[in-house]
């Protein structure tokens, strides 16, 4: 909702102010200008990117209408899951969590949190962390040494999509200009007609590079922050995650270590102490 929002916003205010100011609509639709801008872009967008990206890039797009991936309940039901985990760990001892990690799917505790239970690469990260304390061959110096390494590799795939977003914004002025100076030169072809043909040409030409900054800054350079923030709070998940993960291999109780998790939690999705407390006991 909030990127129509404001996807309405940017249209409204742009050519509202247009047509207030007396301008012609009519004037402003130039689709071949449009075709070379955009096809130029998205022809460069390819040249550029694997396909892994380009395909990411397609299937995130839309994601944006859906707004924040992640909220203050799939936080919460992050941390009620690394409880119900730590718990049974204390309770029964490590070697008990082997069939819940081993077919997270089956699992009575992960089948509590269907939504996250979808999130394959969370539900793998925390697996493979608990399998390793449940070998018991690293300590938490090495642990979190490996799991530093994994949400570094992590955030630079996440951010690539966003990275490849931003640098068509960056192109398309250029391809603004590129439409304007084809369009510049169609215009000398009628140097000899009369005025209000030559300025209709030029208005034509014009046309380009005020598409090219609109898509630009209006649309391209937006869309590439919200991806960016999206990668973010998918990278804060897996990092809560791992402050839960090593609070417990230190020796904190499972309460404690879910209250580590929390503290690394944005603000406006970071539950109270309280809160997630009544939560926890709920979901026991």
Known sequence: MKFIIG???VLGSVFGGYVLSHGNLAALFQPFELLIIAGGAL?????ANPGKVITTVFK????????????KKDYMELLGLMYALFAKARKEGLMALEGDIEEPEQSEIFQRYPKLLKNHHLIHFICDYL??????????FELESLMDLELETHHHEAEKPSSAVQTVADGLPGFGIVAAVMGVVITMGYISEPPEVLGAHIAAALVGTFLGILLAYGFASPMASAMATQAAEESKMLECAKVCILATLNGYTPQVAV???RKVLFSHVRPDFLELEEFVKQNK
Do not use: D, T, W
């Open 259 to 261: 209250e580590f998790g």
């Open 7 to 9: 996807v309405l916003v």
């Open 60 to 71: 995130g797009v839309p994601a944006l209408l859906k707004g924040a991936k992640y909220k």
């Open 131 to 140: 399998r390793l304390m449940v070998g018991g061959n690293m300590n938490a």
């Open 43 to 47: 022809g460069a967008f390819i040249i």
